[in-house]
């Protein structure tokens, strides 16, 4: 399977530790991002890397949270503190241009 | 900032039936527009897309209109099987406005019926 893959799938913490996702793109593509989708809604922006440079930033991402793609390859997601209203699938996508964004299955956080 | 509204759902529809699920956008560039889809247990897909106005795009059967004067990418479908059940999101990224990120609407889920 050459798509994007997410590890873990799932995560379940209590609240006030930390949690780290990962994102792996599709080989070559040179754009990455992340989004959060709560139940209900459609997926909201977080960030956004090309090649290791992290060009945008979102609103939504509170210091609690800090994304990192070192080597301009995969990409980590972090989030400190974690906090109830944290619970949300967390999505990642690649893209070689700005135009086709390629998703990955997600990790579901579900903070206790 | 750029916004998408979308027709609420659930929308629950026999199969063979006429499919739309209504789309609008808001934005202060040109943006391309986008129908993604997600199907049960399974991550978002690319559908269909169409960068600038009039274009149509089209893809399994599904097609949406770029309509400028309108600000609608509406989706629509001639007759629907139960493989089509998913939830459906519209989407726009405006480059050219500064960002490349994805603007989505809330999502209108699709049940179809045998």
């Known amino acids: 399977d050459t798509g994007v893959s997410q590890d873990p799938r799932h995560k379940i913490t209590k609240r006030g530790q930390n949690v780290t996702f990962r994102c792996d793109p599709i080989s070559e593509h040179n754009r990455l991002y992340w989004y959060r989708q709560t139940l209900g809604q459609g997926p909201e922006f977080l960030t956004y890397?090309?090649?290791?440079?992290?060009?945008?930033k979102s609103r939504l991402l509170s210091d609690r949270f800090s994304a990192e793609r070192p080597k301009g390859s995969f990409s980590t997601l972090e989030i400190q503190r974690t906090e109830q209203g944290d619970s949300a699938m967390y999505l990642c996508a690649s893209s070689p241009t700005w135009e086709t964004q390629y998703f990955g299955p997600g990790t579901r956080l579900l903070v206790l | 900032g750029d916004s998408v509204t979308q027709m609420e759902g659930p929308v629950t529809l026999s199969e063979e039936a006429f499919l739309t699920i209504n789309c609008t956008y808001t934005?202060?560039?040109?943006?391309?527009l986008f129908w993604y889809v997600q199907y049960p247990g399974e991550g978002l897909q690319l559908l269909l897309k169409a960068t600038k106005a009039d274009d149509k795009g089209s893809n399994k059967g599904f097609e949406a209109t770029y309509r400028k004067e309108t600000t609608s990418f509406h989706l629509e479908k001639g007759s629907v099987q139960v493989s089509d059940s998913a939830v459906y999101f519209c989407a726009l990224s405006d480059p050219q406005g500064g960002s490349e990120k994805l603007v989505f609407g809330k999502g209108t889920k699709l049940t179809v019926n045998p």
């Open positions: 934005a202060t560039g040109y943006p391309s």
């Open positions: 890397f090309q090649n290791e440079a992290q060009l945008e």
